[in-house]
């Protein structure tokens, strides 16, 4: 079964870290490039961070620049995000998803995310 | 960076209803826009790609059309399964941003 599986949520206080993973299964892990998505309480989807499927590239929205790091290790099929000086705008429901393979109509790769994780709820507070 | 809003923010309909849900990007993003489900507690579903290729194993009352910055989500005939959030997100760019979201409500 393909799948995703997220873990490392929890309460940490502002100005704080915090580390997730997401440990992927049933797919060719390596083949693709992996997304962090996140949804504050009751609010809508803010795209966080993306890592090539080699690693070899990675960016990240403007609000977690600087703060976030996206890593991953192939050999294990897990993708991390390290967070640090944690605010409370930060709080929310952390989701790891896959970038299918799929192409437009000229043949050119385009990413959507078919695979998501169940999710992970990351607290700030103190 | 590309800025992605949905109207309307929300929506009553009832079941056998055809509803459309817009969204419209700040600039041009060419075909490279997606439509994902998420009801209560779960995570989002991927229903359409580039605009208008369905998902597997999504049913085809789901449709999508547009190109540039406008762009429509179409469902034909509602389901009660299909009472949900709805958004769109362009990948044109790498912010990747999402719309705010559509909340089909049952009337």
């Known amino acids: 079964e393909v799948q995703l599986v997220e873990s490392g949520g929890g309460l940490v206080q502002p100005g704080g870290s915090l580390r997730l993973s997401c440990a992927a299964s049933?797919?060719?892990?390596?083949?693709?490039?992996m997304h962090w998505v996140r949804q504050a309480p009751g609010k809508g989807l803010e795209y966080v961070s993306a890592?090539?499927?080699?690693?070899?590239?990675?960016d990240y929205a403007n609000s977690v620049r600087g703060r976030f790091t996206i890593s991953r290790d192939n050999s294990k099929n897990t993708v991390d995000l390290q967070m640090g000086s944690l605010r409370p705008e930060d709080m929310a429901v952390y989701y790891c998803?896959?970038?299918?393979?799929?192409?437009?109509?000229?043949?050119?790769?385009?990413?959507?995310?078919?695979?998501w994780g169940q999710g992970t709820m990351v607290t700030v507070s103190s | 960076d590309i800025q992605m809003t949905q109207s309307p923010s929300s929506l009553s309909a009832s079941v056998g209803d055809r509803v459309t849900i817009t969204c419209r990007a700040s600039?041009?993003?060419?075909?490279?826009l997606n439509w994902y489900q998420q009801k209560p507690g779960k995570a989002p579903k991927l229903l359409i790609y580039?605009?208008?290729s369905l998902q597997s194993g999504v049913p085809s009352r789901f449709s999508g059309s547009g190109s540039g910055t406008d762009f429509t989500l179409t469902i034909t005939s509602l389901q009660p399964e299909d009472f949900a959030t709805y958004y769109c997100?362009?990948?044109?760019?790498?912010?990747?941003?999402f719309g705010q979201g559509t909340k089909l409500e049952i009337k």
């Open positions: 998803a896959r970038s299918g393979n799929y192409y437009d109509s000229n043949g050119y790769y385009t990413e959507a995310f078919d695979i």
């Open positions: 049933g797919f060719s892990f390596s083949s693709y490039t």
């Open positions: 890592i090539s499927y080699n690693g070899g590239s990675a």
């Open positions: 600039q041009s993003i060419n075909n490279y």
């Open positions: 580039v605009a208008s």
């Open positions: 997100q362009q990948t044109y760019t790498t912010s990747r941003a």
